[in-house]
Structures are given as C-alpha cells and as structure tokens.
C-alpha cells in the first residue's frame, strides 16, 4: 500500500472499491484535508508540482479556512537591528528547522520569504530635507496570519502585509512634526471584528530657558479601513514603551515586559476592543531581587497563556493560567542553565512556543534559537552562519486568505510586494 492510502486511511477515508491511483484523481475536499496538512515549506513545494495542486489552494476561500485551523505556528526572522534592519525577511519552520543539526547557513541576501517594498522619500520642510531614504521598516507584531511593520525615522510610515500571499496595504498617515511616537502596534478586536493599530506618542512643551522640556504621554487609535487617527482617554501606564522591546499578542491584547527604570509596575497592556490599558502583577512568589531583575526577564506566550521567564537563579518559566489574574501564576518549568556543553548559558531567554514533541523553543541572548526538552533536560542550539543578531522574531501563522479577505475591508488599495524565488525556504 502506498503512502497516499496510508493518510487516507489515517484521516478516517472510507475507501471506494476501486482506489484512486494517484492524488490528483481525489475528490477535492479529500485533497484539500491532504495538503492542509502540509507543513508551508512543502505545501509551497507541492503548489508547484501541478496545475491541480496550484488551483486547489488558490483563492480557494474553503481550503484557506480548512489550511489555517490546522497549520502550525512558524518564525518570520527580520535579521539586523531594530535602527538597521535588513529588507529581506525570512521564515524559519519551528518543527522542521529545530530537528535537524545546530546550525542553520542563512544568507540573508537569498532564500528570502519576501523583500520589504521600497518606500519613496519624502521631503519635510521643517527639516529642510528629504526623510525616509533609508526605509528603514521594522517587523513590529503578527496577528492572525499577517504582518506589522512600522517606518524608524521621522516618516514613521507603516504597512500590513500577508507574505503568503505577496500582498501589503500601507496605512494612514499620521502627523509627526509635533509629536513624537514611541511605539506602534497591531491588534484585532474579536468583539467588533476589527483590525486596529494603536500608537503611543509624547507631546513636548516648555523651553530649555524655562524649566526645561515637558513630556506626556498619549495614545491614538487607527481602525484598519477607516479615514482617521482619533485619540482615546485613557493615558498609557508607562512611559517606557517602544517597539524596540518585545511584546505578545494574546486574545485582542497586546502586552509588554515594563523594562528599567519603569520599576513600579511590571507587565502592561492594551485592550484593542474596550481601548484601555492595564497592568498585570508579577506571581506572588515574587520578592523585590527578582521584581528588579526586569533585565533578565522576558514575556512569551506558551500553550495559548502569557508565559514569564525570570533567570535570577536559575531560568524559571511561569505561566499565567487565567489572564489578568495574579492568583493564577504558576512556575511551570526550571531550568539548569549553569552547565551545559562545559559553558555556562547566561543571557535572557525569550519563550517562543513548544512544539509538537514537549520541547520548549526559546530565543538565547537575541541571537540564538534553543530548544529545551523538559523530560532529559537537555538543549539544542540552532545558530544562523554569518549573522550578528536576530533582530527581530515573531510567531506566524501562515494564511492564504488575500489581503482584504483577512482584514475584511473593503476600500483598501492593495499592492503587491517584490516577490523570491522558492519563497519561505531557508537553504541548510
């Protein structure tokens, strides 16, 4: 028996008394349940073996649903730093690319996912000069199969895109000249089924000559579609923020590690749908060492929960078992980082998922990926050839639904991004 009639047999496929004798000769929903299956890289592969397998997962709004219930959670890699990101941005498979060896060779000029679209520059006349030459575009957030970036200059332009289907819409601009931002991000309101960016920026007032400079703090909301920036009540919690630090989306909330010297408050948050912010206190286990420690700690989400690391003593992975709620804190895994492969693990470590087999995927001091297996306590390393840091990482799940499908608008220009060859492969 060959393998196609294995699978068919494991999906529960009562089988005709005469076999198909090839895939193609299927019915589709038989196939599509097939190739939704598929881990991206080889459902990329398999679209371009034949005209059928293209078609099928193609503007095809039943196997879009049927493929984006079942596939796994990926990496997008923007490699560099947050003030001199590279335009290439590349996917990393969790589950396949973390099996094999410990080390992945990634050109960064080749085996792209997709390359960022070039901006225009603009001239500003306060400055008497032209801004944004450099499009220097940082990945900011994902959130249900698309892509944030955000502009790191004056500009500050931004764009949503869906790399699985080369598509981007740029969004509405705001004015800077006056206010400064200090950070933007991307979310989604289950409640109203809508997608919103929400942006954090300062006001200054006084002069040097006076008693100096005053900042404070606003936040703004952009509807995805809409013709405006409108402002919102409720003030942000910390001033601390960019998108410089890391932060999670969970269930219309995007959340954030309050970092040094912000010290009188630990995880904050905002709420796309009521358009407030919030404050998460650290496990009541917590004494004033570890509360201070904010510089080795890190938020991830794992398992479908907020997830804390704290590496005071050894790395402790906590994970917040009702969202919201101190009382549900839970210290889910210690780790032993003091020895290992005769050297010591020091650095932060940032949860990122755990994969199908128990292990935990972690990022090791912003450069390197690792995975710890809780039941032989071991690591596995996963260094990138050539490449200083990681930049910037974020959990995707890939979708085929098109760009206005997804954000469910309609008056929206879409273009399309400059496209790779073999996009989302990453050459070992």
């Not at 198909?20 to 929903?29: H, K």
């Not at 397998?53 to 730093?81: D, E, M, R, V």
């Not at 598509?167 to 509405?172: H, S």
């Not at 989604?188 to 919103?196: A, G, Q, T």
Request: net charge negative; proline share 5%; glycine share 6%.
């Amino acid at each position: 028996m060959n393998v196609y009639k294995l699978f068919l047999k494991f999906i529960g496929y009562r089988t005709p008394a005469t076999m198909p004798e090839s895939l193609t000769d299927l019915p589709p929903n038989i196939l599509s349940e097939i190739l939704s299956r598929l881990p991206i890289k080889s459902l990329f592969v398999c679209r371009s073996v034949c005209k059928t397998f293209l078609n099928l997962t193609s503007s095809n709004p039943h196997f879009n649903a049927l493929h984006f219930s079942k596939t796994a959670q990926n990496l997008i890699i923007q490699f560099g730093s947050s003030y001199q990101p590279t335009r290439l941005v590349h996917l990393v498979d969790s589950e396949l690319d973390t099996a094999f060896g410990f080390r992945l060779k990634v050109n960064v000029k080749e085996k792209a996912m997709f390359q960022i679209p070039k901006f225009p520059a603009k001239y500003f006349e306060e400055y008497r000069m032209y801004i944004g030459d450099e499009n220097n575009f940082v990945l900011v957030n994902s959130c249900n199969g698309l892509l944030y970036f955000a502009e790191r200059s004056v500009c500050e332009r931004s764009f949503i895109c869906n790399p699985i289907t080369n598509e981007y819409v740029t969004l509405l601009e705001y004015d800077v000249e006056k206010n400064l931002t200090m950070g933007l991000w991307f979310g989604f309101s289950p409640e109203e089924n809508l997608y919103k960016v929400l942006r954090i920026f300062a006001t200054v007032s006084g002069t040097p000559s006076q008693d100096g400079f005053k900042m404070e703090y606003w936040a703004q909301v952009h509807v995805v579609g809409s013709s405006s920036w409108r402002d919102i009540e409720d003030k942000p919690l910390s001033e601390y923020l960019s998108w410089d630090k890391w932060s999670v989306f969970l269930n219309g909330t995007v959340c954030w590690l309050c970092n040094y010297p912000e010290t009188s408050k630990f995880i904050g948050f905002f709420d796309f749908h009521e358009e407030k912010f919030g404050e998460i206190a650290p496990p009541l286990d917590f004494g004033l060492e570890q509360q201070m420690n904010k510089h080795g700690m890190s938020i991830g989400v794992l398992g479908g929960y907020l997830c804390l690391s704290d590496d005071t003593r050894d790395l402790d992975i906590w994970v917040m078992k009702k969202f919201g709620s101190q009382d549900s804190w839970s210290k889910e895994f210690v780790v032993d980082t003091s020895i290992h492969m005769d050297k010591p693990l020091e650095g932060p470590f940032r949860p990122l998922q755990i994969l199908s087999d128990g292990k935990i995927l972690m990022i090791w001091a912003n450069r390197v990926l690792v995975t710890y297996d809780p039941k032989t306590k071991d690591f596995g390393y996963l260094e990138f050839d050539g490449v200083e840091s990681l930049g910037k990482v974020v959990l995707y799940t890939p979708s085929f639904f098109p760009l206005k499908d997804a954000l469910m608008v309609d008056n929206l220009t879409v273009q399309n991004m400059t496209s790779r060859e073999n996009p989302g492969l990453i050459e070992d």
